[in-house]
């Protein structure tokens, strides 16, 4: 009798592992409907699932809508601050402006260094032999252009007008070695400073700005600019950035090494700067013209 349910047992495993070996088989093969157990089961899952998943994605939107607006919130007190500063910006400019034309109606001035008017040329020749000193553009005595006039880029002053004709002129470039091209220059901070650029460094492609006070206070990044004082060059014409000082030979003064603003090396668009206002030479000239008269 043990033997007999022992063989029963084994017969019934034995055919379980049949009808599941069956039941695989038939469950992996291809078919165009499922039976009512296999759509049961599936409909159950994909309920319980759907009914878990809408709540945790709401959740998960919820708290993403929270930061959002966190965000949202800090941005915008942010661009309030930039736009109270910009408006108080706004309201001193037009204070310093009502200021200065109040000051200038006082002094009767109507003119002022700053004065200028530029014309639009461009490039059409450069020398290889001279690349680092002349240019040619396409403006000329027609186009009332004068000799010493100042010659700037988008970035920056890069020379001045050396010769004039008929249709064309030539630009001296800062970059040149001539001793004879001085410009009076400004080193703007609390205090400003004036010196010549004078001289190019050809190895740093720097300009030198030299005669500084051995006394004055000069530091890296510090912006230099024309300073209107030699009568050629408007004032207010950006030169470049301060990158090195050093005492010169003698001691007495200071050398400053300066960044160009402008590139002098792929020049293609200028602006000529014609001065409105009467430069001292020229000045000299008329009163002397009158009393000749």
Same mark, same amino acid.
């Given at each position: 009798?043990?033997?007999?349910? #022992?063989?029963?047992?084994?017969?019934?495993?034995?055919?379980?592992?049949?009808?599941?070996? *069956?039941?695989?088989?038939?469950?992996?093969? /291809? %078919?165009?409907?499922?039976?009512?157990?296999?759509?049961?089961?599936?409909?159950?899952?994909?309920?319980?699932?759907?009914?878990?998943? %809408?709540?945790?994605?709401?959740?998960?939107?919820?708290?993403?809508?929270?930061?959002?607006?966190?965000?949202? $919130?800090?941005?915008?007190?942010?661009?309030?601050?930039?736009?109270?500063?910009?408006?108080?910006?706004?309201?001193?400019? !037009?204070? #310093?402006?009502?200021?200065?034309?109040?000051? %200038?109606?006082?002094?009767?001035? =109507?003119?002022?260094?700053?004065?200028? /008017?530029?014309?639009?040329?461009?490039?059409?020749? %450069?020398?290889?032999?001279?690349?680092?000193?002349? +240019?040619?553009?396409?403006?000329? =005595?027609?186009?009332?252009?004068?000799?010493?006039?100042?010659?700037?880029? *988008?970035?920056?002053?890069?020379?001045?007008?050396?010769?004039?004709?008929?249709?064309?002129?030539?630009?001296?470039?800062?970059?040149?070695?001539?001793?004879?091209?001085?410009?009076?220059?400004? +080193? !703007?901070?609390?205090?400003?400073? $004036?010196?010549?650029?004078?001289?190019?460094?050809?190895? !740093?492609?720097?300009?030198?700005?030299? *005669?500084?006070?051995?006394? *004055?206070?000069? /530091?890296?990044?510090?912006?230099?600019?024309?300073?209107?004082?030699?009568?050629?060059?408007? =004032?207010?014409?950006?030169?470049?950035?301060?990158?090195?000082?050093?005492?010169? !030979? $003698?001691?007495?003064?200071?050398?400053?090494?300066?960044?160009?603003?402008?590139?002098? $090396?792929?020049?293609?668009?200028?602006?000529?700067?014609?001065?409105?206002?009467?430069?001292?030479? /020229?000045?000299?000239?008329?009163?002397? =013209?009158?009393?000749?008269?």
């Amino acid at each position: 009798m043990p033997q007999f349910f #022992l063989n029963k047992r084994l017969i019934i495993l034995l055919v379980s592992i049949i009808v599941l070996v *069956a039941l695989i088989g038939f469950s992996l093969r /291809e %078919r165009s409907k499922l039976t009512w157990p296999e759509q049961f089961v599936k409909d159950t899952t994909g309920w319980v699932q759907s009914l878990v998943s %809408r709540p945790a994605q709401y959740v998960a939107g919820f708290f993403e809508n929270l930061q959002d607006l966190q965000n949202t $919130y800090d941005e915008n007190k942010e661009l309030k601050s930039r736009v109270e500063k910009i408006a108080s910006l706004e309201a001193e400019v !037009q204070e #310093l402006k009502k200021d200065n034309k109040e000051l %200038r109606d006082v002094l009767d001035e =109507k003119k002022t260094l700053r004065d200028l /008017e530029p014309m639009p040329a461009t490039v059409i020749g %450069r020398n290889p032999d001279r690349w680092h000193e002349m +240019i040619i553009i396409n403006k000329g =005595k027609l186009d009332g252009i004068k000799k010493n006039m100042a010659v700037v880029t *988008a970035t920056g002053l890069i020379g001045k007008v050396k010769n004039v004709t008929q249709f064309s002129s030539t630009v001296q470039l800062l970059s040149a070695m001539d001793p004879k091209n001085r410009i009076s220059a400004v +080193i !703007q901070g609390e205090t400003e400073v $004036y010196g010549f650029v004078q001289g190019f460094d050809d190895k !740093q492609k720097m300009l030198l700005v030299k *005669a500084i006070p051995s006394g *004055a206070k000069v /530091e890296k990044g510090q912006t230099v600019i024309t300073s209107g004082m030699g009568g050629v060059f408007p =004032k207010g014409l950006m030169i470049g950035k301060v990158e090195e000082v050093k005492p010169d !030979q $003698y001691g007495l003064n200071q050398t400053a090494l300066v960044k160009p603003g402008a590139d002098f $090396y792929d020049i293609e668009n200028v602006m000529v700067i014609k001065r409105l206002m009467t430069s001292p030479e /020229e000045s000299v000239m008329k009163s002397g =013209k009158e009393e000749d008269l």
